[in-house]
């Protein structure tokens, strides 16, 4: 059975900490219950309330002292109240911390407004050294546990609640870092491409291209700046027109940056919408008063392929 993207982060840290003496797991009282890493590590395991800016500031004094520290909170406290400490500790000093941003965009349904993150990556991005990562899938999110406990860059990992998800990512594929295309015409390039951050917009993607092969998808795992510059040459030899997928605000998203680093492309954006998240119901539903899904999806590709839509 394939798990959820918290379920695979806290089972992957666990069997890397069982090789990795350095690796320290801080969590922000998401834990519940027979957290896998608190019982076979119990001594480097550490649940410290809501307590969001003391726990970035402990890990990096943790990652001062040589330790590699995984801090897990929701992804609005982590992005936005803790945002000056990730801001000095990891941007500006670049201490070797972890964040786990669990319930990133909506995926936390009735927590309500309060609880959601639509603004997470656009406050991350803005700082400098910074990985970025929204993986789609269990492969995936275990490949950029990895990733993350052998590097030594601060990581910004944004993963969702209780989804679960067969990564489009196989081992074979190497690092997360390489961008995973399907789909599209292999003779030229593509009338479009739809680029998806992130679980729910993957899936989206993954469905578009199965009814129309004609378009192709890129999806990014890794959205942090240095890395979408990393993509460029592939990106334009795919098309040299772009929908970004993604379950965040249009302002400081993916598409915007893409915007920047894409002067002579089209660049259009299917995001959340400006409009509060104040709708209580399952993942699907919030998405869905926000206007994010497939069908909307369908009929703003339609309108893009038409000629019919506005840009970014």
Request: aromatic residues 10%.
């Amino acid at each position: 059975m394939t798990k959820s993207g918290r379920d695979s982060y806290r089972d992957e840290l666990t069997k890397l900490a069982a090789h990795n003496a350095q690796i320290v797991c801080i969590e922000a009282d998401l834990g519940g219950k027979n957290h896998p890493f608190e019982e076979q590590h119990p001594h480097r395991f550490f649940n410290l309330g809501i307590a969001e800016l003391a726990g970035i500031d402990i890990a990096a004094g943790l990652a001062e002292a040589g330790y590699v520290p995984f801090f897990s909170t929701f992804a609005s406290f982590a992005a936005l109240r803790a945002s000056e400490s990730i801001k000095l500790t990891m941007g500006y000093m670049e201490k070797n911390v972890k964040v786990i941003a669990a319930y990133g965009g909506v995926s936390g349904g009735w927590f309500g407004t309060t609880h959601h993150a639509l603004e997470d990556i656009a406050v991350i991005q803005s700082f400098q050294n910074i990985r970025i990562a929204c993986p789609h899938g269990e492969a995936e999110t275990r490949r950029v546990i990895q990733e993350a406990a052998v590097s030594e860059e601060p990581y910004y990992i944004r993963l969702s609640r209780n989804d679960a998800f067969n990564s489009l990512y196989r081992e074979e594929d190497g690092s997360c870092r390489d961008m995973i295309v399907e789909g599209g015409e292999r003779t030229g390039p593509s009338r479009l491409c739809v680029i998806s951050v992130g679980e729910q917009a993957t899936e989206l993607c993954k469905r578009i291209v199965q009814e129309d092969d004609s378009i192709v998808h890129a999806h990014l795992c890794y959205v942090d700046i240095g890395s979408l510059k990393s993509y460029i040459g592939q990106l334009t030899a795919l098309s040299e027109r772009f929908l970004v997928v993604e379950e965040h605000r249009a302002t400081g998203s993916t598409a915007s940056y893409l915007a920047l680093l894409l002067p002579r492309h089209e660049i259009y954006s299917h995001h959340c919408g400006e409009q509060w998240p104040i709708y209580g119901g399952t993942h699907t539903e919030v998405l869905s008063y926000l206007g994010f899904g497939y069908e909307p999806l369908q009929q703003q590709i339609q309108h893009i392929l038409g000629g019919a839509a506005d840009g970014f």
